[in-house]
């Protein structure tokens, strides 16, 4: 089956797995998935994460925080493949008052709003989360 939306699909396995407690969720992998739970993880929403390889089938194991603060975590998915959406430096919002973060797809990479703002960097918006 042909996925058009893989990184949608990510968030959503990652929102599934928060809603019924689960440590952690596994993902097909690729590089995008990875700069992405970097910066999750830098942000404390995942604890950890670790490819895993069986022949030549590459896994993303993810093991999310299991902190009550992180029981109601909601993820929006931003730009979805039929409707891009970019935002220049200057126009990068906050969310929940600093509270939560957005993901951007920058020329230097996945970076967080605030980052993206910091090095004036504009992107695609990848999602919001809270």
């Known amino acids: 089956m042909v996925m058009s939306d893989v ?12 809603m019924v407690l689960k440590p952690q969720f596994v993902v097909p992998y690729s590089k995008e998935k990875e700069a992405i739970v970097k910066v999750l993880e830098k942000n404390n929403y995942v604890t950890s994460y670790s490819v895993t390889e069986d022949g030549a089938k590459k896994t993303l194991v993810v093991k999310l925080c299991t902190d009550p ?5 909601s993820i929006e998915r ?53």
């Open 7 to 18: 990184i949608g699909d990510m968030f959503a396995r990652m929102k599934n797995a928060y």
């Open 69 to 73: 603060q992180f029981k109601y975590v």
């Open 78 to 130: 931003m730009s979805k493949p039929g409707r891009r959406m970019y935002v220049r430096a200057q126009d990068i919002a906050t969310i929940k008052g600093g509270r939560g973060i957005i993901l951007l797809s920058t020329s230097k990479g996945i970076k967080e709003g605030k980052e993206a703002k910091k090095e004036k960097l504009g992107g695609e918006l990848l999602a919001q989360i809270y």
